[in-house]
């Protein structure tokens, strides 16, 4: 059973940072690998995917944070980052971490490639 919770949400102005993290409670005593990635979600809208990563450390972004926003892990996979820069309004939104063992080498951005997900942190940008 893999639990995620994250943090690091908030309130900043348009041009701020903010750094979210997702603590991953797995059986470390195992070398199962997971790709896991960071979604958001507007009110009314279905969730989308905004960075991925997978077991090798490749990740890939969404189009509108590229050269914004940044993801990691720890070599465990204990915890996962998504460092946001240049923030807009537009980047406001409840971001989820998500986490699977399926298809660890590959960095998805789909959610239907995820069963693990934490209980979201609210981020608000303003103008």
């Known amino acids: 059973q893999v639990q995620l919770v994250e943090s690091g949400g908030g309130s900043v102005e348009a041009g701020g940072s903010l750094r979210l993290s997702c603590a991953v409670s797995?059986?470390?005593?195992?070398?199962?690998?997971?790709?896991m990635a960071w979604f958001r979600q507007y009110p009314g809208d279905e969730r989308e995917g905004v960075a991925a990563?997978?077991?090798?450390?490749?990740?890939t972004y969404r189009d509108s944070v590229k050269g914004r926003f940044n993801i990691s892990q720890d070599t465990a996979q204990t915890t996962l980052y998504l460092q946001m820069n240049s923030l807009k309004p537009e980047d406001t939104a409840i971001y989820y971490c998500?986490?699977?063992?399926?298809?660890?080498?590959?960095?998805?951005?789909?959610?239907?490639?995820?069963?693990?997900w934490g209980q979201g942190t609210q981020v608000t940008v303003s103008s």
């Open positions: 998500a986490a699977d063992d399926d298809r660890w080498y590959v960095p998805s951005r789909n959610r239907a490639d995820y069963k693990y």
């Open positions: 797995r059986d470390t005593s195992s070398s199962r690998r997971y790709s």
């Open positions: 990563i997978d077991g090798f450390s490749r990740s």
